[in-house]
């Protein structure tokens, strides 16, 4: 199997499955309990808590664990927005993950005025649009690190500098950055931050959101004291500990994995460049998370690529994850400027850690041939739209 969609979700480490099946075996008790089986597993979730602390450069008591990286996004910004009853304003941008697009739909429905910030060909916000955008009633502007579909990296410590001169608050959804390039909230200047272990080759179901001290935001989930009373419910201790692990296995390998994705990538945007005519690559050249690639194929449609790959084995995506199965079209593509056809046409490859040189070699041996193959029978037109 050859898997190039990282970007939807990641293996579990080999590293992180043996310390959750060592702690699924070994422990189950209580982290509220009194008794040293419960408070052995407190002390076990601070250490994964001031793993991922000291890895976005905060403090434990800054980090608030949440079901997922969409769940991290909800919180962020409903919580935030609740908090701040006088101000009923949000700005965010036009291609945001669904987690906080579907969360900005719901805050308008609710009455609050809510400002999508367009984005250029390649997928960078409008920095002066955002700077016409904010008011005195702004509560929050959201806006992602970088984008799920096509890797472009914002310009977040531009966006954190404009806000603070405003006095509105900040949140980025790093959760496609994180462990991709470097993350520390001090130096974005951001009050919130989301990210999940399902991305950094960690377990599902588990995700976190940073929120700096003093941040003045509502609860998410009401109930006992686990989470500070910020996020209540028994912890999921097996899915903590793996984030955890997740975290550590990525600090112990420190650039390995950058600088082995950004060789792969770099050989298989130039072969696909190289060996299939009428290609157009979708994202930023160098503001991008390099490990990314969207491309599209003039006169075909994705799905046909997708379904013809996935006969040889080789795994990659039409998407977002969660548009995949949907007749819903990219709203990302649609905001850099695709024509509908052209987005339709789009295929995403995203690597990770455990790809290799014969990975590449193979897709790029596999692919022009189905796309020559495809386009042979296709009634489209291949040509530049
Ligand atoms: N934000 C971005 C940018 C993502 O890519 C994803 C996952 O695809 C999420 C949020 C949601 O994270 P989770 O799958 O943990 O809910």
């Known amino acids: 199997m050859i898997y190039l969609d990282n970007n939807a979700t990641t293996p579990i480490d080999p590293q992180v499955a043996a310390r959750i099946?060592?702690?699924?075996?070994?422990?189950?008790?209580?982290?509220?309990?009194?008794?040293?089986?419960?408070?052995?597993?407190?002390?076990?979730?601070?250490?994964?808590?001031?793993?991922?602390?000291?890895?976005?450069g905060t403090s434990r008591s800054e980090i608030i664990f949440t079901g997922s990286g969409t769940e991290a996004d909800n919180f962020a910004i409903r919580g935030i927005l609740d908090a701040h009853p006088d101000k009923n304003e949000f700005i965010t941008s036009?291609?945001?993950?669904?987690?906080?697009?579907?969360?900005?739909?719901?805050l308008e429905k609710k009455g609050c005025k809510?400002?999508?910030?367009?984005?250029?060909?390649?997928?960078?916000?409008?920095?002066?649009?955002?700077?016409?955008?904010?008011?005195?009633?702004?509560?929050?502007?959201?806006?992602?690190l970088a984008n799920n579909e096509i890797g472009t990296i914002?310009?977040?410590?531009?966006?954190?500098?404009?806000?603070?001169?405003?006095?509105?608050?900040?949140?980025?959804?790093?959760?496609?950055?994180?462990?991709?390039?470097?993350?520390?909230?001090?130096?974005?200047?951001?009050?919130?931050?989301s990210i999940s272990a399902h991305k950094i080759y960690g377990p599902k179901g588990i995700g976190a959101l940073y929120i700096?001290?003093?941040?003045?935001?509502?609860?998410?989930?009401?109930?006992?004291?686990?989470?500070?009373?910020?996020?209540?419910?028994?912890?999921?201790?097996?899915?903590?500990?793996?984030?955890?692990?997740?975290?550590?296995?990525?600090?112990?390998?420190?650039?390995?994995?950058?600088?082995?994705?950004?060789?792969?990538?770099e050989k298989l945007k130039k072969g696909i460049e190289d060996k299939i005519p009428n290609v157009k690559f979708n994202?930023?050249?160098?503001?991008?998370?390099?490990?990314?690639?969207?491309?599209?194929?003039?006169?075909?449609?994705?799905?046909a690529i997708l379904l013809a790959l996935a006969t040889k084995e080789i795994y990659v995506s039409t998407g977002s994850a969660c548009s995949e199965g949907s007749e819903e079209v990219s709203h990302v593509l649609q905001a850099i400027g695709l024509r509908p056809e052209v987005v339709r046409s789009s295929i995403r490859m995203s690597l990770g850690r455990f790809n290799t040189e014969e990975d590449i070699d193979t897709v790029l041996r596999e692919l022009p041939e189905i796309v020559e193959n495809l386009r042979k029978i296709s009634n489209l037109n291949n040509e530049e739209y």
């Open 114 to 144: 809510v400002t999508y910030v367009p984005v250029d060909s390649k997928g960078v916000i409008d920095i002066d649009f955002l700077k016409k955008a904010i008011s005195h009633r702004t509560a929050l502007i959201s806006i992602m």
């Open 21 to 56: 099946a060592d702690f699924a075996r070994e422990h189950f008790g209580n982290p509220s309990s009194l008794y040293p089986i419960g408070r052995e597993i407190k002390e076990m979730i601070n250490e994964a808590r001031q793993t991922i602390a000291n890895a976005l």
């Open 94 to 106: 036009a291609i945001e993950h669904p987690a906080v697009i579907q969360t900005a739909n719901y």
């Open 212 to 265: 700096r001290k003093g941040t003045k935001i509502s609860p998410l989930i009401y109930g006992g004291h686990q989470e500070r009373e910020m996020r209540a419910g028994t912890e999921n201790t097996i899915g903590i500990v793996g984030f955890g692990e997740a975290v550590r296995v990525m600090q112990k390998r420190g650039l390995q994995d950058k600088k082995l994705i950004n060789k792969l990538a």
């Open 154 to 193: 914002q310009p977040i410590k531009e966006v954190s500098k404009i806000a603070k001169e405003n006095g509105v608050l900040v949140h980025s959804d790093a959760v496609q950055a994180f462990g991709k390039i470097e993350v520390k909230v001090d130096s974005l200047g951001v009050d919130l931050l």
């Open 283 to 303: 994202g930023h050249e160098t503001q991008r998370i390099k490990g990314t690639l969207n491309f599209s194929f003039f006169g075909l449609e994705a799905e």
